[in-house]
T-cell receptor
Framework: EDQVTQSPEALRLQEGESSSLNCSYT??????LFWYRQDPGKGPEFLFT???AGEEKEKERLKATLTKKESFLHITAPKPEDSATYLC??????????FGGGTRLMVKP | SQTIHQWPATLVQPVGSPLSLECTVE??????LYWYRQAAGRGLQLLFY??????ISSEVPQNLSASRPQDRQFILSSKKLLLSDSGFYLC??????????FGPGTRLTVT
């Protein structure tokens, strides 16, 4: 079972103020590190899967990176439409995703 | 491309009434299918998943049931709703185990 901890719980940014969200994990055999985005009233949207330390993936203003202990979701020059809850689900003992509360990101214009 | 449909979008039902929520997927065959529930301000709770027709695994004991009568159809049911069944119900299909794509959801209010 993978154990994943997200931080911070909430983050407020001004438009254009770059920052990072963190997802730290404690597992010896990582089956993958996943990032999802959820807008209010909608289901989560798959963003990235990272499998090995050093791996990076990008999508628009988002860049996900992975080290041996943690993953960062870097948000460059965020816009109000980037406001959402960003989720980093765990993989449980039954090989199912477990979605926690995530990080609530609010970007103010 | 793959599309996932859910209906209805919203539903208000009295306690003790039956429930049937439907989910269909287009553009893929033999997908893994999932039902999740999300209470207000909370994370997603996996209710059921299915790897094929007639194959249903339940994650949480409750008064809900699921069925998969066709390859791309997944149904969530209840014979008698409880107040605690209120929530946002999401169907998802999976590309592999961890890359999941969610439908628009059904917001259920039990009164």
């Amino acid at each position: 079972e993978d154990q994943v901890t997200q931080s911070p719980e909430a983050l407020r940014l001004q438009e254009g103020e770059s920052s990072s969200l963190n997802c730290s994990y404690t597992v010896s055999g990582l089956r993958g590190l996943f990032w999802y985005r959820q807008d209010p009233g909608k289901g989560p949207e798959f963003l990235f899967t990272l499998y090995s330390a050093g791996e990076e993936k990008e999508k628009e203003r988002l860049k996900a990176t992975l080290t041996k202990k943690e993953s960062f979701l870097h948000i460059t020059a965020p816009k109000p439409e980037d406001s959402a809850t960003y989720l980093c689900p765990e993989v449980d003992a039954g090989n199912m995703l477990t979605f926690g509360g995530g990080t609530r990101l609010m970007v103010k214009p | 491309s793959q599309t996932i449909h859910q209906w209805p979008a919203t539903l208000v039902q009295p306690v003790g009434s039956p429930l049937s929520l439907e989910c269909t997927v287009e553009g893929t065959s033999n997908p893994n299918l999932y039902w999740y529930r999300q209470a207000a301000g909370r994370g997603l709770q996996l209710l059921f998943y299915s790897v094929g027709i007639g194959q249903i695994s339940s994650e949480v004991p409750q008064n809900l049931s699921a069925s998969r009568p066709q390859d791309r159809q997944f149904i969530l049911s209840s014979k008698k709703l409880l107040l605690s069944d209120s929530g946002f119900y999401l169907c998802a299909h999976g590309r592999g185990l961890y890359e999941q794509y969610f439908g628009p959801g059904t917001r259920l209010t039990v009164t």
